[in-house]
C-alpha cells in the first residue's frame, strides 16, 4: 500500500509570496495532521483535520491555514511568506477510529520550503 | 503544559554496543508516548508507543522503549547497534486529557545518534 504522499517535494519561494502544499494520507485514513519543522528542531504541530473539520490548531498566525477534501486530501495554505517560514513540513495521517484508542500517525516524506 | 525532553543532542555508539537515547516527559496524568526515526531528507518512521499495559514496549528495527512513570522516562534502546541505525530520534508525547480531543503530539528536539563502525 501507498504510504502518505505529498507535493511538491521541494519549493523555492519569495518573502511575501503565497505558497500551497499538498497531502494525501494513506488509503482508509480519514485524518490528516501538518507539522513544521524547522532546521535542527522537532516538528511542531500545524493543524488536524478530521472529516474535512478542523479539530486542533497549533500556535500558528493566521498566514497559515489548511483544508480537507471529500477524499480526505488536504491543503496547507501559507500566505505573505517569511523568512521564517523556511522548514520542512510534514503531513501526518491516522485512521482515527472512534472510541479511546489512540491511532499512531504516519508521516509522508514532507516538502523542503525555502523562502528567499 | 506537556513536554518532552532529550537532553543529548547527540549520542555515539560503536556498532555491536548496546544503546541508549534518553527522554523524560512532562504531562497530566498518564501520557501516551512514542519514539519516531527521521533518515536525511526522509519523513518521520514510526518506532514504538506505549499507551498502556506493560512497561517494557517492543517496536520496529529490534527497538525497545522503557516507560518509567516514577521517573518519568521513556528512554529508546537496542541490545546490539547497526550502522544502519544511525539516523535523528524523536520522542514524542500525547496528553491523552487534551481538551481540544485533536491528535496533536508534541515532539522532543530529537538526538542524533551515530553508530561507529
Known amino acids: 500500500d501507498a504510504g502518505v504522499t505529498q507535493s511538491p517535494t521541494h519549493l523555492i519561494k519569495t518573502r511575501g509570496q503565497h505558497v500551497t502544499l499538498r497531502c494525501s494520507p494513506i488509503?482508509?485514513?480519514?485524518?490528516v495532521s501538518w507539522y513544521q519543522q524547522v532546521l535542527g528542531q522537532g516538528p511542531q504541530f500545524i493543524f488536524q483535520?478530521?472529516?474535512?473539520?478542523?479539530?486542533g490548531r497549533g500556535n500558528f498566525p493566521d498566514r497559515f491555514s489548511a483544508r480537507q477534501f471529500p477524499n480526505y486530501s488536504s491543503e496547507l495554505n501559507v500566505n505573505a511568506l517569511l523568512l521564517g517560514d523556511s522548514a520542512l513540513y510534514l503531513c501526518?495521517?491516522?485512521?482515527?477510529?472512534?472510541?479511546?484508542?489512540?491511532?499512531?500517525?504516519?508521516f509522508g516524506p514532507g516538502t523542503r520550503l525555502t523562502v528567499l | 503544559a506537556q513536554s518532552v525532553a532529550q537532553p543529548e543532542d547527540q549520542v555515539n555508539v560503536a556498532e555491536g554496543n548496546p544503546l541508549t537515547v534518553k527522554c523524560t516527559y512532562s504531562?497530566?496524568?498518564?501520557?501516551?508516548l512514542f519514539w519516531y526515526v527521521q533518515y536525511p531528507n526522509r519523513g518521520l518512521q514510526f518506532l514504538l508507543k506505549?499507551?498502556?499495559?506493560?512497561?517494557l514496549v517492543k517496536g520496529s528495527y529490534g527497538f525497545e522503549a522503557e516507560f518509567n512513570k516514577s521517573q518519568t522516562s521513556f528512554h529508546l534502546k537496542k541490545p546490539s547497534a547497526l550502522v544502519s541505525d544511525s539516523a535523528l530520534y524523536f520522542c514524542?508525547?500525547?496528553?491523552?486529557?487534551?481538551?481540544?480531543?485533536?491528535?496533536?503530539?508534541?515532539f522532543g528536539k530529537g538526538t542524533r545518534l551515530h553508530i561507529l563502525p
Open positions: 501526518a495521517s491516522s485512521l482515527r477510529t472512534s472510541g479511546a484508542t489512540y491511532n499512531e500517525q504516519f
Open positions: 488509503s482508509g485514513h480519514k485524518s
Open positions: 483535520y478530521y472529516e474535512k473539520e478542523e479539530r
Open positions: 504531562v497530566s496524568g498518564n501520557p501516551y
Open positions: 506505549y499507551i498502556t499495559g506493560d512497561n
Open positions: 514524542a508525547v500525547r496528553d491523552p486529557y487534551s481538551p481540544d480531543r485533536d491528535d496533536k503530539i508534541i
